[in-house]
């Protein structure tokens, strides 16, 4: 499926100039503090590489109850036990009329004792197509030459709720859903009496595949910004409107909507909203469709462009779109299928601390607070604590991230990590972060010497040079936050001399970022210092 594009600072995100914006609309480092490689360039950077967020999906049960819950899925199972032993067909492997009626009534269709509807068959006949799709009723022919259908062998695990099976017949008919929700009108070329088709027929037929192409593109991008959506909202919070979708598929970033761009979002709600409803069907979405009295058809001066036109209060009228932990999961086998990196909240907590604070400060594409969290659930707090503490220590390359995340784990934990963090007060490396988090907890702890505190300063500001991916003005209210004395060469004479692996380059980001020209030209001379005693 068509992945999103990386905002780059030659294609800035809407950000600092938009209201009630979308997650996709926003730098993903904003979002989720992705953490850029420590001394990558910008050219380095691949500007078309997408990021796709962590989503936290539910237990495999969760996901297998779901799908077996979906009507469709219910009825093709029903269908195809139903056919055992065996159960004659057409030659196209269709239900025999005599049976399409008994096949409705077993899928619950009409009242006893009341006529079916026409309706009621159709759909029955669709859940028969789709246990065929699915394999799950397979089509023969006897020696006599008798046409029959028998149940498949998925049949009998997927009836067990084996995760595998159920998850795969799931997915593959959310797949066939997808790629039907996105195909344009057939087109009629039976009506020439076998001749060939015309020349205009070849072409409406080209045409055709393009709309279908520009549909299905379209579908899958939907997709994308809801899964991406879901990613970052709170719980409750993932339902979009269906207005705000189409506008963020088709507004230029950073842009306001004009008259012409208004009646475009309008189009493409249109477009979208039958398309969502079709894999709401299959329990990928939740929807609910546009109120079809909104639409007036108006012939505007410019264009003709139809319109809907809002009352005040009506705004869930215009639709309503909600991705489901089921469409989560079919968009992410999507996006892997694509070969797009997928991960999964959770995926660094699998092992040690040691481990997830490493896998965490070295990977691009993570959600912090959650690893943590994910980490943390079940664990001895107190056992925990020590246990990240050990793990936050080092002077390299990534070491200041480590600590950062460390003590976002002990807020997590809270009191229960005072005992850990008090035996580390004295650590050279641990110490002034330690000391700083219990003050903030109440506790009454000794003022650490004067070397910690600066070391604990470098050691700060290192770690959002490693996480803040150039964010500029991040790192000015850090440097605005700086205690710097009115003798600015006197602190950084202190400064400069911290064994710190990354002293100097604190030094310089102050010197490039602090307003007061003293202060910058100061910080720039220290660096030069600390760079020179490396030497």
């Avoid at 996901?63 to 056919?83: F, M, Q």
């Avoid at 079940?378 to 020590?386: D, I, K, L, Q």
Wanted: charge should be negative; glycine fraction near 8%; charged fraction near 30%.
């Amino acid at each position: 499926m068509a992945g999103r594009r990386r905002t780059t600072p030659d294609n800035p995100s809407p950000a600092e100039s938009g209201e009630g914006l979308l997650p996709a609309d926003y730098e993903l480092a904003d979002l989720y503090n992705a953490f850029a490689t420590h001394g990558e360039s910008d050219e380095d950077l691949d500007d078309s590489a997408v990021l796709v967020p962590p989503i936290q999906l539910p237990p495999e049960e969760e996901l297998v109850a779901a799908a077996l819950a979906v009507p469709l899925i219910d009825h093709a199972l029903k269908l195809a036990r139903w056919t055992a032993p065996h159960r004659a067909v057409d030659e196209l492997g269709d239900l025999t009329e005599a049976d399409q009626e008994p096949a409705a009534r077993l899928l619950g269709y009409g009242a006893e004792g009341a006529e079916l509807d026409e309706e009621d068959v159709v759909e029955a006949m669709r859940a028969w197509s789709l246990a065929c799709d699915l394999e799950l009723i397979e089509i023969g022919t006897t020696a006599e030459g008798e046409h029959v259908a028998i149940p498949g062998p998925d049949l009998e695990p997927a009836e067990e709720k084996d995760a595998d099976t159920v998850l795969e017949l799931w997915l593959t008919a959310a797949g066939i859903v997808r790629e039907l929700a996105a195909e344009a009108d057939s087109l009629d070329l039976d009506g020439q009496d076998g001749a060939e088709p015309g020349e205009d027929e070849v072409d409406r037929l080209a045409e055709v595949e393009e709309h279908r192409e520009e549909a299905a593109e379209l579908l899958d991008e939907a997709l994308q910004v809801l899964y991406e959506h879901t990613a970052f909202a709170e719980p409750g919070q993932e339902t979009v409107p269906l207005g705000v979708l189409a506008a963020l598929l088709v507004v230029p970033e950073g842009e306001e909507p004009d008259e012409e761009l208004l009646g475009d979002i309008t189009d493409l709600m249109v477009a979208l909203d039958p398309m969502l409803a079709d894999l709401a069907e299959l329990g990928v979405l939740e929807h609910r469709p546009i109120d079809p009295e909104l639409f007036e058809e108006e012939e505007e001066e410019q264009g003709g462009i139809p319109v809907i036109e809002a009352q005040e209060g009506d705004a869930e009228r215009f639709g309503l779109v909600r991705l489901t932990p089921l469409g989560q999961y079919a968009v992410r086998q999507w996006l892997l299928e694509d070969g797009y990196e997928a991960p999964l909240v959770g995926e660094l907590a699998e092992g040690d601390a040691e481990a997830l604070l490493r896998g965490i400060s070295e990977t691009a594409n993570v959600l912090p607070h959650r690893e943590l969290a994910v980490w943390l659930a079940g664990r001895e707090p107190e056992a925990a604590a020590r246990e990240l503490l050990a793990a936050a220590k080092g002077t390299d390359t990534y070491s200041p991230v480590r600590r950062m995340l460390c003590v976002q784990a002990l807020e997590l934990l809270g009191p229960a990590a005072r005992p850990a963090a008090a035996e580390v007060t004295e650590d050279e490396e641990l110490g002034g972060a330690a000391r700083s988090w219990l003050r903030a907890q109440g506790e009454e702890v000794t003022a650490p010497e004067r070397g910690m505190v600066l070391w604990t300063m470098v050691d700060t500001f290192a770690a959002q040079l490693l996480t803040s991916e150039g964010e500029a003005g991040l790192l000015q209210e850090l440097v605005r936050g700086l205690p710097v004395t009115d003798n600015p060469a006197s602190f950084f004479g202190e400064v400069w001399r911290v064994p710190h692996p990354y002293t100097a380059d604190v030094l310089e980001a102050v010197g490039e970022l602090h307003l007061e020209r003293n202060v910058a030209k100061e910080a720039r001379k220290a660096a030069f210092k600390a760079r020179s005693q490396n030497k």
